[in-house]
Nanobody, 120 residues
Framework: VQLQASGGGLVQPGGSLRLSCVVS????????IGWFRQAPGKEREDVSC????????WYAGSVKGRFTISKDNAKNTLYLQMNSLNPEDTAVYHC??????????????WGQGTQVTVSS
């Protein structure tokens, strides 16, 4: 199983980025999949997740209304559209699969992540 995230970079406050995560080893219809982020000196923060058991999409309160998660089953790729970015969004973003079809389950696999830096 591999989850390869890309699309990070340096962006000014108020800007946008679109992260991608190419998945191999399983199909996106099989397990819940989402994103978490890790900033230096801070705890890991769940960002967003798609449950395939019922199609529910979950967002952290800190990103709700600014970030949009989506997936392309044909490309086996997960996306995270991030708008209105602020410095508090600076972190390494990882895509992660869960152990079953529900986002409430534990993480199973995750990739190395992609760095997002929001700064003027």
């Amino acid at each position: 199983v591999q989850l390869q995230a890309s699309g990070g970079g340096l962006v000014q406050p108020g800007g946008s980025l679109r992260l991608s995560c190419v998945v191999s080893g399983f199909t996106l219809d099989d397990y819940a999949i989402g994103w978490f982020r890790q900033a230096p000196g801070k705890e890991r923060e769940d960002v967003s997740c798609i449950s395939v058991s019922d199609g529910t999409i979950w967002y952290a309160g800190s990103v709700k209304g600014r970030f949009t998660i989506s997936k392309d089953n044909a490309k086996n790729t997960l996306y995270l559209q991030m708008n209105s970015l602020n410095p508090e969004d600076t972190a390494v973003y990882h895509c992660t699969s869960h152990i079953n079809a529900n986002c409430l389950s534990s993480y199973d696999y995750w990739g190395q992540g992609t760095q997002v830096t929001v700064s003027s």
